[in-house]
């Protein structure tokens, strides 16, 4: 049942007594449009950043995929992790570093 008036910035509506009457002023309605549009642009971004989400989680690649393996691109030579243990493992280090 309320009348707004965009031209006095005046909204009137029936109360118990008498109408009620709100006023505002030009500097508080533009204040409200300002806080409208920054609103309204920050949903937008956020629908944006929602689909590109969507759009980078459906190219997320698999982990368990096997592709290939590692090959270095200079020779490499074989460190023993424990020496003690004949054929266990080791560390693949430049062949031109030192195994100490």
């Known amino acids: 049942m ?11 509506m029936p109360g118990p007594n008498d109408n ?11 204040d409200c449009d300002v806080e409208c ?9 956020a629908e944006a950043l929602i689909a590109n989400l969507d759009q980078l989680g459906s190219e997320v690649p698999d982990a368990k ?6 090959e270095p691109a200079e020779a490499v030579k ?10 266990g493992r080791g560390l693949k280090i430049s062949a031109t ?4």
């Open 2 to 12: 309320a009348v707004p008036n965009y031209t006095y910035l005046k909204l009137k």
């Open 20 to 30: 009620i009457t709100v006023k505002s002023t030009y500097e508080h309605a533009y």
């Open 37 to 45: 549009i920054e609103y309204a642009e920050a949903i937008v971004e």
């Open 65 to 70: 995929r096997r592709v290939g393996t590692f």
């Open 78 to 87: 074989l460190v023993p992790v424990d020496p003690t243990v004949p054929n």
């Open 97 to 100: 570093l030192d195994s100490k």
